[in-house]
């Protein structure tokens, strides 16, 4: 799901392809009007627990369906 995001950020966000991992989060969080915090938990693999699994998860489809 996390490679699907990068994709689809890859095709519809004009700088992503060579900015640093920090600034496409900011440009996904710009494009989909959430934090970039909330990018780089969806985005990370620290803390592993169904909970956050399942957030994540749900974060994951949101961002790819508001790229």
Known sequence: LRQRVLRRA???????????????YELIAERVGI???????AMSETEFSEITFVQRVKLLKRIEQLL
């Open 10 to 24: 890859s095709l519809t966000l004009g700088e992503f392809s060579i900015a640093d991992q920090l600034r496409q």
């Open 35 to 41: 934090t970039i915090d909330a990018v780089t938990r």
